[in-house]
């Protein structure tokens, strides 16, 4: 899509760039930003997947 998608995780991050894909196994706690200004990115869930909002990963 556009811009560079940032997904923090407990021990990390990822980078997704467009026409990139990552799937985060249910349960995982993560956090998603735009490395820039601003991405535009598709997310694709369950239909009732449950989200819990919390602070953010620690960061190493």
């Given at each position: ?26 349960g ?10 601003r ?22």
């Open positions: 899509m556009e811009g560079v998608l940032v997904i923090e995780f407990d021990d990390g991050e990822a980078r997704l760039w467009a026409r990139q894909m990552l799937t985060v196994p249910a995982v706690k993560h956090r998603t930003r735009p490395a820039g200004k991405s535009v990115n598709l997310t694709v869930e369950k239909k009732n997947a449950h989200t819990v909002f919390c602070d953010a990963p620690a960061r190493g």
